[in-house]
């Protein structure tokens, strides 16, 4: 029973890893297509929006970690002259493997989440969702600057549920001010009560507003 229980684990393990390889290597192609396949009237016409939505007169440049937070915006949440993200788009004309488009369908609904680090063990990270309070294992990227990631620390990442722990897709953000987070609650809970919106559309629409005033 407990050489099956291991076999288990690590095959689990090993499923995870393939998982990891192709949503990274769909974020790459991704990426590239929002960078090369896009035309340039859709990119002034995103800029002028991000601008307009979340920068203040003085931050009219994008710069450093702003522009890296406008380009992950720019593929996932902004919504093109036909309506679509350009993710969206990417999964509907790129030709993909079959577990490849099954990943994409995941992480269409990602969106930039607020979460409080609890617990650091090397590259596991157990997070706090800063909205509804639930708990969950996190695997960090590559790209995520491990060093930089403390236990008691806020970020706002964007994360997709792989085999055994979910995993950070692309940079994460860190949340600098006790005050954004209670501006974030607030904001949220006076929406829902408002619309009835849900956090994850909430999140899709609004995290920017949040994640830039750690940035200046």
Request: a neutral charge.
């Amino acid at each position: 029973m407990q050489e099956s229980t291991l076999d288990l684990e690590r095959f689990r393990q090993k499923k995870q890893k393939i998982a990891e390889e192709q949503v990274q290597d769909l974020y790459r192609k991704a990426f590239e297509y929002a960078l090369k396949e896009t035309n340039i009237r859709e990119k002034v016409r995103a800029k002028m929006i991000f601008s307009k939505r979340f920068l203040h007169q003085d931050q009219t440049r994008l710069a450093g970690r702003v522009e890296k937070l406008f380009q992950e915006w720019f593929l996932f949440d902004y919504k093109t002259i036909k309506g679509q993200t350009l993710f969206f788009q990417f999964l509907q004309s790129y030709p993909l493997h079959e577990s490849a488009k099954l990943l994409g369908a995941v992480v269409l609904t990602a969106a930039w989440e607020p979460v409080t680090v609890k617990e650091k063990n090397g590259l596991i990270l157990r997070c706090q969702h800063l909205i509804h309070g639930d708990e969950v294992s996190v695997k960090i990227n590559p790209d995520c600057l491990e060093k930089e990631i403390h236990e008691g620390q806020s970020f706002f990442v964007r994360k997709v549920p792989l085999v055994v722990h979910e995993w950070i897709l692309g940079p994460v953000f860190p949340v600098h001010s006790e005050d954004i987070r209670e501006k974030l609650k607030d904001h949220y809970g006076q929406m829902n009560q408002e619309t009835g919106v849900l956090w994850r559309t909430f999140l899709k629409e609004e995290a920017p507003n949040f994640i830039l005033p750690s940035l200046s």
